[in-house]
């Protein structure tokens, strides 16, 4: 299907990437790997626009799953929030990955920067905030 004004994009990817794209698209029955990728953007759209909303103070839970290894850059962001975070646990998933579970509270503005600050980061397989 050809929808009038689409823009075309360069998106690189690496293998994993392509096959999880591959697979979402099989498994939902996407029409093609834009059709996955449109749908995926609006997720991410829709969840960035509900943190927007919040104000005032904030409770919620906070997963966490990273690549092995990788916790440099995320060990600085939770030193750089220890005010809000008000419990921390590591453990480690299977061989490569580990999965950090967050119990944090704190002013939405706060909240934010520390899940924007983590949402840019390379080693994150998989991270979930659950406002309270």
């Known amino acids: 299907m050809i929808l009038a ?3 075309i994009i360069s998106v690189s990817l690496n293998e994993q990437n392509v096959q999880d794209l591959d697979l979402i698209q099989k498994e939902l029955g996407f029409s093609g790997r834009s059709e996955a990728v449109r749908t995926a953007l609006r997720m991410l759209v829709a969840e960035r626009n509900e943190r927007k909303k919040m104000v005032g103070h904030v409770d ?3 997963v966490v799953v990273t690549e092995k290894g990788s916790s440099e850059n995320i060990d600085e962001i939770y030193h ?4 809000i975070i008000r419990t921390h646990i590591h453990n ?3 061989e490569n990955r580990c999965m950090n579970l967050l119990i944090i509270s704190g002013e939405a503005a706060q909240m934010n920067h520390i899940l ?3 949402e840019r980061l ?3 397989y998989y991270m979930k ?3 309270s």
């Open 122 to 124: 390379d080693g994150i």
């Open 5 to 7: 004004n689409m823009t």
């Open 129 to 131: 905030f659950i406002k």
């Open 80 to 83: 750089s929030h220890q005010d």
């Open 60 to 62: 919620g839970v906070l």
């Open 92 to 94: 480690h998933i299977g």
């Open 116 to 118: 924007d600050g983590l």
